[in-house]
């Protein structure tokens, strides 16, 4: 199985700050890595797939690098509506492992 | 617009079964990989499974702590995913999601249900 680690397991930010979370892999998988954002209470939405490629309607904010066994998501410019947790996934292969996430909070 | 609707959860006690259902709409359902996620209270998200689109054979893959327990189908027909739950432990109390994905790489995890909680208790 393809082991994610993900991290910081949380941070504290304000509004405008640019934010960096960094997912590593135990293996290569290439550029198959997607984020997530999960707001309390409701379920996760896709951000970014294929490791930088932008959902349709996630705002431009947003940003996706890495490849291999590094990646990193960014937010350039946090806005209220950010403070959030977030999750990495790895679709290369099955089980369909996920980051164990990382809690973005008001500082 | 995607709309996936999680049904069936409750409250279950050790040993027993459940049968999840997700219904699909604004999409070709046959064309589509279907997962199932969980997450456990205050927890991460963990993989359950998929079963693959009607041309990819309809096939199944399970993570490793419900293999032998958990049992994905689909009915292309309904646009309905289920999951029966089988041998239910504690650790399997959690929101249950269902999602979509590509049949072809990345296969992101692009639309979700809002979930549905399964509470494994005596």
């Known amino acids: 199985d393809i082991q994610v680690t993900q991290s910081p397991p949380s941070l504290s930010a304000s509004v405008g700050d640019r934010v960096t979370i960094t997912c590593r892999t135990s293996?290569?998988?290439?550029?198959?890595l997607n984020w997530y954002q999960q707001r309390p209470r409701t379920a996760p939405k896709l951000l970014i797939y294929g490791a930088s490629n932008l959902q349709s309607g996630v705002p431009s904010r947003f940003s996706g690098s890495g490849s291999g066994t590094e990646f990193s998501l960014s937010i350039n410019g946090l806005q209220p509506e950010d403070f959030a947790t977030y999750y990495c996934?790895?679709?290369?292969?099955?089980?369909?492992?996920f980051g164990q996430g990382t809690k973005v909070e008001i500082k | 617009e995607v709309h996936l609707v999680e049904s069936g959860g409750g409250l279950v006690q050790p040993g027993g079964s459940l049968r999840l259902s997700c219904g699909g709409s604004g999409f070709i359902f046959s064309n589509a990989w279907m997962n199932w996620v969980r997450q456990a209270p205050g927890k991460g998200l963990e993989w359950v499974g998929h079963?693959?689109?009607?041309?990819?054979?309809?096939?199944?893959d399970y993570s490793a702590p419900v293999k032998g327990r958990f049992s994905i189908s689909r009915d292309d027909s309904k646009t309905t995913l289920y999951l029966q739950m089988n041998n239910l432990k504690n650790d399997d109390t959690a929101v249950y999601y269902c999602?979509?994905?590509?049949?072809?790489?990345?296969?992101?995890?692009?639309?979700w249900g809002q979930g549905t909680l399964v509470t494994v208790s005596s």
């Open positions: 079963i693959k689109s009607q041309s990819d054979g309809r096939t199944t």
């Open positions: 996934q790895q679709s290369h292969s099955t089980p369909r492992t």
């Open positions: 999602t979509t994905s590509e049949t072809a790489p990345p296969r992101r995890f692009d639309h």
């Open positions: 293996q290569s998988i290439i550029t198959y």
